[in-house]
């Protein structure tokens, strides 16, 4: 779904990934890491997709949203087993997003 | 692939769409949009996912070479076919990256 996010401005975390072979508890994982996003005090929405490519692109209503979401004690765990095993390359890019029209 | 870009600050468009039913001549002419947005003077790069959900984040320079592309000719066309055609609903983001991190 695309997020119903309010208009600009307002920050983007967009994180683009590749996985490694075989699951080792990603699946469970991405999906508590959503639950728990949504609980965030600054989340606006989320929009994700993967073909072979994952993308992911969290909007917050502020840089403060963000680092306290980076620094939730269980995202910092995901974080961590992400860097040690479920991704074989990722980016994540903080952005401020200035302007969006649609249909 | 990640999209190779260089040290923020650069720009991004984010573009989430679904798509409505049939081709309708979709394929060819996102594949040419993309050899097209490769050519332009200040592209950075682009990643792209579907996965029901479509996500297309593309990387600028500068918001000058953003006006540039969204008024090239052809690209115009296209928007054009997409809004009577090929998508149900999009959204388009204009943001500032401002800050990136990877492994």
Do not use: C
Not at 59 to 77: N, T
Not at 94 to 103: F, K, Q, T
């Amino acid at each position: 779904m695309i997020a119903n996010t309010p208009a600009p401005p307002y920050y983007a975390v967009i994180f683009t990934s590749e996985r490694t072979e075989g699951d080792e508890g990603y699946a469970a994982m991405a999906e508590r890491m959503l639950e728990l996003a949504r609980q965030q005090e600054g989340f606006l929405g989320v929009e994700s997709a993967r073909e072979g490519l994952g993308i992911t692109v969290s909007y917050w209503r502020d840089l403060d949203a963000i680092a306290r979401w980076k620094g939730d004690v269980e995202h910092q765990e995901a974080q961590r087993l992400g860097r040690k095993q479920w991704y074989r390359i990722f980016k994540t890019r903080i952005a401020r997003v200035e302007r969006d029209y649609g249909l």
